[in-house]
């Protein structure tokens, strides 16, 4: 591992002390008077990351902006492969969007996936957090102006609380007497088939319209056996309309609308066997059996996802003076239907583990923004959000035909609805102690009420039940404060030094298990953060790094609850969590055409506090609180995680990226561009060794050729270039007791494909 590390690193090393070594060659040359060298400068890149348009390198935050060109050279397909681009930011390995998978910042991120647990990580899209499960956001579309990756708690600027850090979308806006428009089409292997296009229409002097759509559709790499279909199939489908009406010279109005439909095959494969000889019997008819290596598919069920996005929101800004104030009023409304074969086997063991999702959310802010270039800026807001949520499951099977009937666990169909409600007030202010140094502060006020119910109803046939959950009806609510105090000092022109304090928070949730409902504590943070922002080389260099710490108190996970007789493994807090780390970040205009972007990680995220179920198969620990022990209190067996990694929080990631253009001849160009990312090995599942993510990296490259004007472009791409292997494997269960399953990415697989694309 060491050796794999410091490869890595030296690999960055070199790339960005070559880069280095070029510019300040460069800068010599022209600090020598010689003709020959023209100065370029990096374009200074604009964020919205305190809710005020600001250079990134003024912003006294650890944040990551990625624009969307260069989404689009990396052939950016879904919102997850931000992963691939931001450092220090993953996404769940063992959930994709469809199965309500969320991302993680610094090693931290959401761990139970209920419609009624709020995300640790907040994704905003254009002023609207996306704050139900299984919203894809904006996936697919190509109208991105910018992606911003804030890192650490933000509740004192964005209406919804997240105590890890936001990721926030802003999608193109409308433009005034501009008719125009873009179109994308993309073919590549296992019948890839991507569209994307955009257009934007003016209507008359003070209105304009923008309407992007895009299809996306690839077959899966792993086959099914048994069935038709693959492992990794997807369909998606969107159209997004923005109209932008300048009523006055200070009053807008934005109005959008949009509609999206995706269909995944996510389902999990075979690792390895256990020890059930009936489970393994049935798979003795193949040729090839499951196991590590073996990337096909025997079930004989299908495991779908169809989810429904239908969404709608007005944002009206209007001047007072020297001030904006703005609103943001949105609806959204999300479907999934999931059918599952959860037992991977040719036959019916627990074919049907269906079930259904039904979330709608209202949202509403105000927000009061003072001029920029004051001695005092600052940002008042007020924040109103509620969701709604039903769904319901069944997992229903054959169980090899030994019952008679079919078996059902839990007795019967599980409907569940509940609610979620938060007001907040939020406020953040930068005040000019001297013209180079900066107090910060911001507080926020937040109050939340969650309600959840669920009834089991027996099936309309006959079914033996295996377990059996009893209904329950709660309701919790909590308030909170919390702020960020700060330094931002500048002792040069082109260096910023920042120093800040934040406590951020994550709003309670309910847990049925047994029947209890039962209240669970806020999480709550402290972190402290210190940073700083260079500019170099005239301009041609960026350099940026943050040290951080993060503590965790009452982090919500699934764990030994002590106060309930008898005591139970449920949702609960669990104790205490630390995240530390550095960043760096660099971005070189090392020539006129060729520019390159590093990014590098360390990151320490860890449990310091945490009891929990033993992972499957560890070893028995005779020593209470040690190990894998049995409580003298309770008589359960529980494994005390202390010292152990989050999942899914790889301790070291580096990013290269590069891009080169280059006029030939009077009217055409080439173009280049190179993306590796690559993080080291992660757990699936805490603390087990058989649960390990083994370290990768992944390549995407593309190269074209077209009008140097941007108007017509021909090219080829390839994601995953190398073809490099990379699965998240958990233990299999009851039904392949001491065997795993694994979930794989489509990304695992290389895609080789030609792109054209033409602008007007």
């Known amino acids: 591992m060491s050796w794999r590390i410091s490869k890595a690193v030296r690999a960055a090393l070199w790339v960005s002390t070559a880069g280095v070594a070029s510019l300040a060659a460069d800068v010599r040359a022209q600090q020598a008077g010689d003709p020959a060298q023209e100065q370029f400068r990096l374009e200074t890149v604009i964020v919205t990351a305190t809710r005020r348009e600001e250079g990134l390198q003024d912003v006294p935050v650890a944040v990551t902006a990625v624009s969307g060109e260069a989404l689009a050279q990396s052939n950016f397909r879904e919102v997850t492969d931000l992963q691939y681009l931001a450092p220090n930011v993953t996404f769940s390995s063992t959930n994709p969007v469809s199965n309500g ?49 804030l890192r650490g708690p933000q509740g004192t600027l964005f209406g919804k ?17 501009d008719t125009s428009g873009d179109l994308s089409l993309s073919y590549g292997e296992r019948e890839e088939q991507i569209a994307r296009g955009n257009v934007n229409v003016p209507l008359g002097e003070s209105a304009a319209l923008r309407v992007s759509g895009y299809y996306q559709a690839q077959d899966g790499a792993i086959p099914y056996l048994v069935r038709d279909g693959n492992v990794g199939d997807r369909e998606n489908s969107g159209v997004r309309a923005k109209l932008l009406w300048w009523a006055t010279d200070q009053l807008s109005f934005l109005v959008s609308a949009e509609h999206q439909d995706g269909f995944a095959r996510d389902a999990h494969t075979i690792e390895s066997l256990g020890t059930s000889a009936l489970f393994n019997s049935q ?19 299908d495991w779908t996802a169809d989810t429904r996005v239908d969404a709608a929101s007005l944002k009206v800004d209007y001047t007072i003076g020297s001030h904006t104030l703005t609103s943001i009023s949105a609806y959204r409304q999300v479907e999934t239907l999931q059918l599952s074969d959860i037992d991977a086997a040719p036959v019916n063991i627990f074919n049907n583990s269906d079930g259904g999702v039904d979330n709608s959310q209202f949202t509403q802010e105000l927000r009061l923004t003072s001029p920029s270039g004051e001695r005092l800026e600052y940002v008042l807001g007020a924040y109103y959000f509620e969701t709604d949520s039903s769904g319901w499951a069944a997992q229903v099977g054959n169980y090899y035909g030994l019952f008679g009937v079919p078996v059902v666990l839990g007795g019967g169909r599980r409907d569940q609805t509940g609610t979620n409600e938060s007001i907040a007030a939020f406020g953040h202010a930068t005040f000019g102690l001297t013209d180079s140094l900066k107090l910060i502060a911001g507080l926020r ?61 994550k709003g309670p949730a309910i847990d049925g298990t047994g029947g209890i409902a ?7 943070v402290d972190s402290y953060e210190a940073g700083v922002k260079s500019t170099l080389f005239d301009g041609r260099m960026t350099l940026n790094a ?42 070189m205009q090392v020539t006129a055409g060729l520019e390159l972007s590093l990014g590098a990680t360390y990151s320490d995220a860890q449990f310091e506090e945490y009891e929990a179920a033993c992972y499957a198969g560890q070893p028995a620990s005779s020593v209470v609180g040690v190990g894998c022990y049995l409580d003298p209190e309770t008589g359960l067996r529980v494994a005390n995680y202390a010292g152990e990694r989050l999942p899914n929080a790889p301790e070291w990631t580096y990013l290269i990226r590069g891009n080169y253009e280059r006029s030939i001849g009077a009217s055409y160009a080439i173009d280049a561009s190179l993306n590796w990312a690559w993080r080291s090995e992660a757990q699936a599942v805490t603390a087990d060794p058989k649960a390990r993510i083994e370290d990768y990296g992944i390549l995407n490259a593309s190269v074209g050729f077209g009008r140097d004007d941007g108007a017509w472009r021909i090219g080829i791409y390839a994601r995953n270039a190398l073809d490099e292997r990379f699965y998240a494997p958990y233990a299999s269960g009851t039904l392949n007791p001491g065997g795993y399953y694994r979930i794989v990415s489509p990304d695992a697989f290389r895609t080789v494909g030609v792109n054209v694309t033409a602008k007007f």
């Open 546 to 587: 943050a040290l951080y710490w993060s503590d965790f108190s009452d982090f919500q996970a699934q764990a030994l609850d002590l106060n309930t007789s008898p005591p139970s493994f449920a949702l609960s807090n669990a104790g205490l969590m630390r995240s530390r780390g550095v960043e760096l970040e660099s971005s």
């Open 161 to 177: 609380n997240s105590s890890a850090g936001v990721i926030q979308i802003v999608t193109k806006d409308p433009k005034l007497r």
């Open 283 to 301: 798979f003795a008819a193949f040729d090839v059996r499951p196991g590590h290596g073996v990337y096909k598919s025997y079930q004989d069920g």
């Open 445 to 505: 006020y937040t109050h939340d009420e969650v309600t959840a119910k669920m009834v089991v109803t027996p099936l309309p046939f006959p079914a033996a039940p295996i377990g059996v959950l009893l209904p329950y009806d709660g309701k919790v609510k909590d308030d909170n404060i919390s702020g960020r105090v700060g330094l931002q000092y500048e002792p040069a022109t082109d260096v910023m030094l920042y120093v800040t304090y934040a406590t951020g928070y």
């Open 101 to 149: 998978g969320g991302y993680q910042i610094r090693g931290v991120g959401t761990q139970t996936y209920d419609s009624g647990v709020e995300q640790t990580v907040g994704l905003v899209v254009d002023g609207v957090v996306i704050g139900t499960s299984r919203d894809p956001g904006a996936t697919g579309f190509s109208d991105i102006e910018r992606v911003e990756v």
């Open 518 to 524: 039962r209240k669970i504590e806020p999480e709550t």
